[in-house]
């Protein structure tokens, strides 16, 4: 165990997962939804992120995916996620069979253990040992889980006029996250496209 590792670890993925940026669409989800599983989210999201820190090339290699392929995937829900925030559209819509499926979808994928967050974990492993990179992990699930049973007290807080500008301006930097991760990976995959050709 190495505490530098394990600080830098919960450091990096903190800044990736961004759940404090992700107040707004969770406050939003819980509209939708009447009430947000704040437990069943963390342990949805945390369980995605061991299973990739252990397994995770190895299940996209399976279904024959790339990395690249994977990230595109997530980047695509969230930038429809940011457009409803931006535009207070409904994309989106609520099916009444399927209530309380949102703490998992989009709340656990992609917004918490989204793209980004399992691609870092997958980065993370050819530079830190997997026992610290694990630890790093669990601390970040603590600060998610705090977050998450804390927005009815930060939406009162805000207030509606409040919510709404976090709203827009969450909703921007989400849609400039996701098509960070659409451009570099797609730029990615054609690198290698076109390095396999000339092979």
């Given amino acids: 165990m190495n505490i530098q590792e394990i600080l830098s670890v919960t450091l990096i993925l903190f800044s990736v997962i961004d759940i404090v940026g992700s107040i707004p669409i969770v406050i ?42 994977f990230a595109i995937a997530g980047a695509i829900i969230m930038f429809f996620i940011a457009v409803e925030m931006i535009l207070g559209i409904t994309l989106f819509r609520s099916d009444p069979t399927s ?34 990179i694990l630890i790093g992990i669990i601390v970040n699930l603590v600060i998610i889980y705090i977050v998450l049973k804390s927005t009815n007290f930060l939406e009162r807080k805000l207030g509606p006029g409040g919510f709404l500008v976090l709203r827009r301006v969450f909703g921007i930097i989400l849609l400039a996250i996701s098509v960070k991760i659409f451009k570099e990976n797609i730029l990615l995959t054609f ?4 390095k396999g050709l000339t092979l």
């Fill in 99 to 132: 209530k309380g499926i949102g703490s998992i979808v989009p709340l656990a994928f992609p917004l918490i253990a989204g793209a980004g967050t399992l691609t870092t974990i997958l980065s993370l492993r050819a530079v830190y040992l997997p026992t610290n």
């Fill in 28 to 69: 939003d989800l819980r509209k939708k939804e009447g009430h947000i599983e704040s437990l069943k989210a963390t342990v949805v999201s945390g369980v995605l992120m061991i299973v990739f820190l252990y397994v995770g090339a190895s299940i996209l290699s399976l279904f024959g995916l790339d990395q690249h392929s």
């Fill in 191 to 194: 690198q290698e496209f076109v």
